[in-house]
T-cell receptor, first 115, second 111 residues
């Protein structure tokens, strides 16, 4: 399996622009997670999906952030409009429940810089 | 609610020395516990996991961790550090569908 795939790996944009991050989970995994990592706040869970349905979006910082999962093999995280404080590394992870537990597999991340 | 606390944001050891990274958890139900490693410019990779079977869990790259319920701890150890172990290490707890991560501990290995 190719693992979790994220694109782009790096994104540089200007304040006010729309940014879309993409994720392809591991085939057969029915949970998908979006995280944000910064030096100041560490690793934060933004939102997670189960069977393409958003379950908990309490970590989404503002209405400028939105996430979708139109099918089992694709998810997007959109920021509109972007701000410099959104600069971070965004990780996507996927998992499936085995024996009652999840082992999350992480993608390589997207490093976002908002100027 | 569940959470983990990693004691020490930075740990420095000499090559060949014992590695000890500390993690304490808080959970209202028996937890599942994990250690992940993150190398520079990469995603997180699972080192090992505790799933209520053996309390001493062995992982990849010579790491192991011991679950101690009485101390609510899940410390990560390795008998002899290698230069290649330099990375950031995250402890995580899960007892629902989500996972909560600690703040991370950056391990530096000196030659």
């Amino acid at each position: 399996d190719a693992g979790v795939i994220q694109s782009p790996r790096h994104e540089v944009t200007e304040m006010g622009q729309e940014v879309t991050l993409r994720c392809k989970p591991i085939s057969g995994h029915d949970y998908l997670f979006w995280y944000r990592q910064t030096m100041m706040r560490g690793l934060e869970l933004l939102i997670y999906f189960n069977n393409n349905v958003p379950i908990d979006d309490s970590g989404m910082p503002e209405d400028r952030f939105s996430a979708k999962m139109p099918n089992a093999s694709f998810s997007t995280l959109k920021i509109q409009p972007s701000e410099p404080r959104d600069s971070a590394v965004y990780f996507c992870a996927s998992s499936r429940r085995v024996g009652g537990i999840h082992e999350q597999f992480f993608g390589p991340g997207t490093r976002l810089t908002v100027l | 609610a569940q959470s983990v606390t990693q004691l020490g944001s930075h740990v420095s050891v000499s090559e060949g020395a014992l590695v000890l990274l500390r993690c304490n958890y808080s959970s209202s139900v028996p937890p599942y516990l994990f250690w992940y490693v993150q190398y520079p410019n990469q995603g997180l990779q699972l080192l090992l996991k505790y799933t209520s079977a053996a309390t001493l869990v062995k992982g990849i790259n010579g790491f192991e961790a011991e679950f101690k319920k009485s101390e609510t701890s899940f410390h990560l150890t390795k008998p002899s550090a290698h230069m290649s172990d330099a990375a950031e290490y995250f402890c995580a707890v899960s007892n629902n569908n989500d996972m909560r991560f600690g703040a991370g501990t950056r391990l530096t290995v000196k030659p």
